[in-house]
Nanobody, 127 residues
């Protein structure tokens, strides 16, 4: 069992930056692949990006955020980060981190592949 707590959301103007953090409980954080998802009002939850377990040799991004968002993990701090630059109004959503006990370099892009979820943090980008 792992518990995830996101932080770092807020209100930012278009073109600005935010860094989201997701802190995980437990001693086996490095064994989890970590994903970031977002859900805008009246829309389905979508994959933003993810990083594979351990050293994070595999990283994926959704096309909509590629080149603007960066995912990283610090296993010593049991934390995964989402650095968001050049934010756009269409990035407005609740952002969730999720953990998948994959024990491999496989990195899922579907929400059903993830076992644990945080409560979400709101990101609002004003135009």
């Amino acid at each position: 069992q792992v518990q995830l707590v996101e932080s770092g959301g807020g209100l930012v103007q278009a073109g600005g930056s935010l860094r989201l953090s997701c802190a995980a409980s437990g001693r086996t954080f490095s064994s989890y692949a970590m994903g970031w998802f977002r859900q805008a009002a009246a829309k389905e939850r979508e994959f933003v990006g993810g990083i594979s377990w351990s050293g994070g040799s595999t990283i994926y991004y959704a096309d909509s955020v590629k080149g603007r968002f960066t995912i990283s993990r610090d296993n010593a701090k049991n934390t995964v980060y989402l650095q968001m630059n050049s934010l756009k109004p269409e990035d407005t959503a609740v952002y969730y981190c999720a953990a998948d006990r994959s024990y491999s370099d496989y990195l899922g892009k579907r929400s059903l592949e993830y076992d644990y979820w945080g409560q979400g943090t709101q990101v609002t980008v004003s135009s």
